[in-house]
């Protein structure tokens, strides 16, 4: 090989190791998050415990495994130090309690969540929430970051709230939420199997399965319970009937 060659070889390579440097340089760059800078400071277990705590919450969650990051949801500018500035704009503060705030969550959460902001969009709590700002929104359920959707007692105690004996408002819905409730986790348990057993056997059963439960899921936050109670009825007696059908066969063998 010439020296000629050789020294082409050479300013080749070194032109893109500089692209190399530089692209990483950019990616450091782009992965600097001052919000988690900020809010993973010990020093905010005592300053401002619940600050700590939405951190560790979001730690390990399923929003940041999804690359889902604080600016995502709560606005801000996630690149500035200064906390004046990186508040800027339409930072939305986890510790609010003025109702135009309230309004905007669906809308923040919804820019993911398509599915269930459609059918929230149709509900009472989502006219009231707009009327008065005093309505149901995703996080009176659901908490800032849990994705935990179905706990019965949490979504019971939620209900509760509002839906009481003192209130007179409806306070038979707390019941209707735990009976539809029920059924959904008892259905979810009864798909889980069925996903299993009848993935390579009879793929039709695990869509069919799967695509009722996902409709309810997202329909729940209707609150429609007349409706919901149908659907979560017939969602338990089809998942039911799967498992019993795959017992028979099991037994056969």
Same mark, same amino acid.
């Given at each position: 090989?010439?020296a ?5 070889m050479?300013v080749?390579?070194?032109?893109f ?7 990483? %340089?950019a990616?450091g ?5 001052? &919000?988690i800078? *900020? #809010?993973?400071?010990e !020093?905010?277990? @005592?300053?401002?415990?619940?600050l700590?705590?939405?951190y560790?919450i979001w730690?390990?969650s399923s929003?940041?495994l999804a690359g ?7 606005g801000?500018?996630?690149?500035k ?11 939305l503060?986890?510790t609010?309690i003025?109702k135009?705030?309230f309004k ?5 959460c ?5 599915a269930v902001?459609k059918n ?6 989502y006219? %009231?929430?707009?009327n ?5 929104? &995703?996080?009176t *359920? #659901?908490?800032?970051m !849990?994705s935990? @959707? ?5 979504v019971?105690r ?10 007179k ?8 939420a ?7 986790n ?12 009848y ?10 399965i ?6 309810i899921?997202?329909s ?15 969602l338990?007696?089809?998942?039911k009937?799967?498992v ?5 066969e099991k037994?056969?063998?």
């Amino acid at each position: 090989m010439s020296a000629l060659i050789q020294k082409h070889m050479f300013v080749i390579k070194l032109f893109f190791f500089a692209l190399l440097c530089t692209g990483l %340089a950019a990616a450091g760059a782009f992965a600097k998050n001052t &919000c988690i800078d *900020c #809010h993973k400071d010990e !020093n905010f277990r @005592v300053q401002n415990r619940a600050l700590f705590d939405y951190y560790n919450i979001w730690k390990g969650s399923s929003h940041e495994l999804a690359g889902v990051m604080c600016e995502d949801c709560h606005g801000g500018n996630s690149l500035k130090t200064n906390k004046d500035s990186a508040h800027k704009g339409t930072f939305l503060s986890l510790t609010s309690i003025e109702k135009s705030t309230f309004k905007v969550i669906p809308q923040r959460c919804g820019a993911c969540h398509e599915a269930v902001l459609k059918n929230f969009v149709d509900s009472k709590h989502y006219t %009231a929430l707009l009327n008065e700002g005093t309505g149901p929104h &995703c996080a009176t *359920c #659901h908490g800032s970051m !849990n994705s935990e @959707v179905y706990y019965t007692p949490i979504v019971k105690r939620a209900c509760a709230e509002c839906h009481n004996e003192y209130t007179k408002n409806s306070p038979e819905v707390v019941g209707e939420a735990d009976k539809i409730l029920h059924r959904i986790n008892v259905s979810r348990v009864f798909r889980n199997w069925i996903n299993i057993h009848y993935s390579d056997r009879a793929p039709e059963r695990t869509e069919e399965i799967n695509g009722l439960y996902r409709d309810i899921t997202n329909s729940w936050h209707t609150f429609d319970f007349t409706k919901l109670d149908e659907k979560s009825e017939n969602l338990l007696n089809k998942s039911k009937s799967l498992v019993n059908k795959a017992m028979a066969e099991k037994r056969k063998k």
